[in-house]
């Protein structure tokens, strides 16, 4: 039963960027821009790859797919971040704060295992070169992608359908860009415990145990490259997962940051710029980093483009 004093929510005020309306036009300026060259950069590495016969290797079949997360993620939140900085912030009703937090849940969760994924390919390729086309055949890609996506619905849904029962008191403002857990599930006044407890519990299996798996596969990887004779095998193997191991290292240190250690050591001003690390500049970075500098997808790239 909610107090007389209590009124429920049905929509929520988000306040976007609030500090920096002054600035609101730079802002959506370039957020504009970014999210235009992050569709454009991952859809091209879409494209590349579904084409190109050289790059129908393992590796590129995950970055394919790894951009398709990439497209999602950055869609989820940038166009309504967009109308947030246009308008000086703007409402969203609680429905649809819970599907944009499905979604991007979905996506960050899926992401996280497809680094996984990626790891281990480059640990196959680098430390059993030999038996990495045997292994890593048709089946096992197919295998680890379908998991990679199904795991992560299914891990939101437990989230997201206690979530779903919930209900919302006043003050109905979010001080933030897009419906995160913590701003928004701070407005229940349901009983949240056992939510908090659900997600911390779930940030073990989607978050901790593929980092540690990414780490442990890159120790390997190293003591593998290290062993190698020449400097120029060691520089091109050092040079595949370099990027890699930068991006996961960032991407998984954020999500630990934001949504594993406590928030009462930082405000949710400083969860706004961490979260625009997961949703505007890693899916922005990504193609580049990837694949652009990749002297096989220029190759592709050439091929494509008109003499």
């Given at each position: 039963m909610?107090?007389?004093?209590?009124?429920?929510?049905?929509?929520?005020?988000?306040l976007?960027?609030?500090?920096?309306?002054?600035?609101?036009?730079?802002?959506?300026?370039?957020?504009?821009?970014?999210?235009?060259?992050?569709?454009?950069?991952?859809?091209?590495i879409?494209?590349?790859?579904?084409?190109?016969?050289?790059?129908?290797?393992?590796?590129?079949?995950?970055?394919?797919?790894?951009?398709?997360?990439?497209?999602?993620?950055?869609t989820?939140?940038?166009?309504?971040?967009?109308?947030?900085?246009?308008?000086?912030?703007?409402?969203?009703?609680?429905?649809?704060?819970?599907?944009?937090?499905?979604?991007?849940?979905?996506?960050?969760?899926?992401?996280c295992?497809?680094?996984?994924?990626?790891?281990?390919?480059?640990?196959?390729?680098?430390?059993?070169?030999?038996?990495?086309?045997?292994?890593?055949?048709?089946?096992?890609?197919?295998?680890?992608?379908?998991?990679?996506?199904?795991l992560?619905?299914?891990?939101?849904?437990?989230?997201?359908?206690?979530?779903?029962?919930?209900?919302?008191?006043?003050?109905?403002?979010i001080?933030?860009?897009?419906?995160?857990?913590?701003?928004?599930?701070?407005?229940?006044?349901?009983?949240?415990?056992?939510?908090?407890?659900?997600i911390?519990?779930?940030?073990?299996?989607?978050?901790?145990?593929?980092?540690?798996?990414?780490i442990?596969?890159?120790?390997c990887?190293?003591?593998?490259?290290?062993r190698?004779?020449?400097?120029?095998?060691?520089?091109?193997?050092?040079?595949?997962?370099?990027?890699?191991?930068m991006?996961?290292?960032?991407?998984?240190?954020?999500?630990?940051?934001?949504?594993?250690?406590?928030?009462?050591?930082?405000?949710?001003?400083?969860?706004?710029?961490?979260?625009?690390?997961?949703?505007?500049?890693?899916?922005?970075?990504?193609?580049?980093?990837?694949?652009?500098?990749n002297?096989?997808?220029?190759?592709?790239?050439?091929?494509?483009?008109?003499?």
């Amino acid at each position: 039963m909610l107090g007389n004093n209590q009124t429920i929510v049905t929509e929520f005020l988000l306040l976007g960027f609030q500090n920096l309306h002054s600035f609101k036009i730079l802002l959506f300026t370039v957020f504009l821009v970014i999210y235009i060259m992050t569709l454009s950069g991952n859809l091209l590495i879409i494209a590349l790859v579904s084409t190109s016969h050289q790059l129908h290797s393992p590796m590129y079949f995950f970055l394919s797919h790894l951009s398709l997360t990439d497209i999602l993620l950055t869609t989820v939140i940038v166009p309504n971040m967009l109308r947030l900085i246009w308008g000086n912030g703007g409402t969203m009703s609680v429905a649809g704060c819970v599907s944009q937090f499905h979604f991007f849940a979905f996506t960050v969760t899926t992401e996280c295992f497809l680094l996984t994924v990626m790891s281990y390919d480059r640990y196959l390729a680098i430390c059993h070169p030999l038996r990495y086309t045997t292994i890593m055949n048709l089946k096992l890609r197919l295998q680890l992608v379908i998991w990679s996506w199904l795991l992560g619905f299914v891990l939101t849904l437990f989230i997201i359908l206690p979530i779903g029962q919930l209900q919302f008191c006043g003050p109905n403002v979010i001080d933030h860009y897009f419906c995160d857990f913590a701003p928004f599930l701070k407005h229940s006044c349901s009983d949240a415990s056992f939510i908090e407890i659900e997600i911390f519990a779930l940030s073990a299996p989607v978050n901790l145990l593929p980092f540690a798996f990414v780490i442990v596969t890159y120790v390997c990887i190293s003591l593998t490259i290290l062993r190698i004779p020449s400097i120029t095998g060691r520089k091109k193997a050092f040079s595949t997962c370099s990027s890699h191991i930068m991006v996961v290292c960032t991407y998984y240190g954020t999500l630990i940051t934001v949504y594993i250690v406590p928030s009462r050591g930082h405000s949710f001003n400083i969860n706004k710029v961490l979260s625009l690390l997961n949703t505007v500049v890693t899916p922005f970075f990504n193609p580049i980093i990837y694949s652009l500098r990749n002297q096989e997808i220029r190759v592709a790239l050439r091929r494509r483009l008109p003499n």
